[in-house]
């Protein structure tokens, strides 16, 4: 049995070393440039990191990895497993060095990580040496450029004996509503994750067979969880093939997500929900005359809220091209439990659950919340109060509580909010859980999300979800971006809190932002029946998110009352 995914590339690279596990798509199109990697060299390359960390006595300590898109950081990750070496991900310095905001970033992560040792390519490492008066934080730590560790080197590798409960990596959160944290996730709590997403997206020895091994494509940025975890780590553990390219390459021309997924004809890829609102933006009637998309059996949705309007369009446009509604794969999870809690069921529409008869939006099909699917097997989610600490009957709101196997260890030396976070139980029974922070309800064992708890919003003693409000703004009028809308709440003096509409408009709009804010007044006003404090149109791509695509409200609201916002209509700042 094995004990560890190096134990899985082990086997694979026996069995199977011809076999692709990778390749990249180094412009990001189907006819340009391609690298790949076949499983037999993939683990030579990973024991050469691998023995590099070892004949340096680095086994038990941290290293920071820090690689642009492509093959390089796998055998990076893989090659710490392999040496025992605890790998932290992180997102390569970028741009100008006087980018603030990515050297303090850089900075709390490498003092927070206690990294030992950065790994990255050839480009990074050379730009880190020209970051070292910005970064004193990086004396003492040995830098490295794993493509010049020579596969020789692979020789001198020694089989470590991996626990069950040692720590493979470090996933620092995204941070939506705090800074980010370390999730120690274990070799355990990889195992089990693994075994959840390959039963949950239907990754069985038939369909491996029937799709010829061709099981991912996926652009999602390998540093955060969804696209490690899923596609990269997901394609180790089965011995699978994946086709993988930059985010960078999506963003800049969606359409490439699409071509791959024609051309490949993959089982299972998928993004945030602001990944296929990006795909209906840039479908052109000659883009849909080339695609195939009758291949695509798992479009899985996840990391931010999931909307049923997206849902609807992605089908009604991509459907001529072969896409089905059964692929439509809503899904939740999140760092602290490795990554899924719960999915969907292969060939199954997603569940919607409609709009309350009495509350806002009533009878709106697009409003209506969508199910995340069930746990996965072995994984328990409770909807709790945790005030209470009291489990609430299905269909009532409270915090989503996880126990199971893929609960990660804790946060990295923060023993208080690991207590707080990993250790809550309920009154009436000895298990403990994971308090996610997420606000849910539970029905006919499907889970809703509904939100951020730290999120939640009172206002006159009721509570209002900032989904809810932003929803209601997007619906107002068709030049408001989805998924690019900010709610939050203000002190109003001696009116109390009140809501702040932050929302991002098309370009073209600027000359009908008068009757834009108007109308978004008016929506929430009738849906919610609050009074709006201030509606604030600002530029496209401004609204701070983090890497998975979550509006980030209390970063927004910051920039609020610092006056800091792209406001669309105002003079540009010189």
């Not at 969907?344 to 009878?363: C, E, I, K, M, N």
């Amino acid at each position: 049995m094995a004990r560890s995914l190096v134990d899985l590339l082990t086997t694979h690279a026996s069995h199977q070393p011809e076999r692709t596990a990778y390749r990249y798509l180094v412009t990001g199109d189907c006819d340009g440039e391609i690298q790949d990697i076949s499983y037999g060299r993939l683990a030579r390359r990973s024991r050469a990191v691998a023995a590099w960390l070892q004949d340096r006595g680095l086994a038990g300590s941290h290293a920071l990895l820090l690689y642009p898109p492509g093959l390089e950081f796998i055998c990076g990750f893989l090659g710490c497993l392999s040496a025992e070496v605890v790998a932290v991900p992180g997102v390569p310095p970028q741009g100008r060095s006087q980018n603030h905001r990515a050297l303090n970033r850089m900075k709390r992560l490498i003092a927070d990580a206690d990294a030992k040792v950065i790994l990255g390519g050839r480009e990074v490492i050379a730009t880190l040496a020209t970051l070292a008066e910005h970064l004193p934080e990086l004396d003492g730590i040995t830098c490295v450029a794993t493509e010049d560790i020579p596969d020789e080197a692979a020789d001198s590798w020694r089989e470590s004996d991996l626990a069950a409960d040692s720590v493979a990596f470090l996933q620092y959160t995204s941070g939506s509503t705090s800074a980010p944290r370390g999730v120690m996730v274990t070799h355990g709590n990889l195992l089990d994750n693994q075994r959840v997403i390959t039963e949950r997206m239907g990754h069985t020895p038939d369909t491996i067979a029937e799709y010829g091994h061709e099981l991912f494509v996926s652009w999602l940025p390998v540093y955060h969880d969804m696209g490690l975890i899923g596609p990269v780590l997901n394609t180790v553990h089965l011995g699978v093939t994946a086709t993988l390219f930059s985010p960078l390459h999506f963003l800049q021309r969606p359409s490439r997500w699409l071509t791959a997924l024609s051309l490949y004809r993959p089982h299972t890829s998928g993004g945030p929900n602001f990944a296929y609102e990006l795909c209906l933006k840039h479908a052109t009637p000659e883009l849909l005359d080339g695609l195939d998309l009758s291949r695509w059996k798992v479009a899985f949705n996840g990391a931010e809220p999931v909307r049923a309007a997206t849902l609807r369009r992605f089908t009604e446009t991509f459907g001529p091209a072969g896409f089905r509604r059964e692929a439509l794969y809503p899904c939740y999870g999140l760092a602290e439990a490795t990554l899924i809690v719960s999915g969907g069921s292969v060939d199954t529409p997603p569940t919607l659950a409609a709009a309350a008869g009495s509350g806002p939006h009533t009878g709106a099909a697009d409003a209506a919340a969508v199910g995340s699917g069930r746990p996965g097997p072995g994984t328990t989610v409770v909807i709790a109060d945790p005030e209470r600490r009291e489990e609430l009957p299905e269909g009532e709101v409270g915090e989503i509580w996880v126990s199971g196997a893929s609960v990660a260890k804790g946060y990295w030396r923060n023993a208080l909010a690991t207590r707080e976070t990993f250790r809550a139980t309920l009154r009436d029974r000895p298990d403990r859980f994971l308090r996610t922070g997420d606000l849910g309800f539970l029905r006919g064992g499907e889970l809703f999300v509904t939100g951020r708890l730290k999120d939640l919003m009172v206002i006159d003693g009721r509570n209002h979800y900032p989904q809810d409000l932003e929803l209601s703004a997007e619906m107002s009028h068709g030049a408001l971006r989805p998924g690019c809308t900010a709610a939050f709440s203000v002190d109003g003096g001696v009116e109390g809190e009140q809501p702040v509409i932050v929302a991002e408009t098309a370009p073209d709009a600027a000359a009908d932002s008068e009757r834009i804010t108007e109308l978004i007044r008016s929506a929430i006003g009738e849906a919610h029946g609050l009074s709006v404090r201030d509606v604030v149109l600002v530029h496209p791509g401004t609204i701070p998110k983090t890497s998975s695509g979550k509006i980030q409200r209390h970063a927004s609201r910051a920039a609020y009352l610092a006056d800091s916002l792209a406001v669309v209509g105002a003079p540009a700042a010189r």
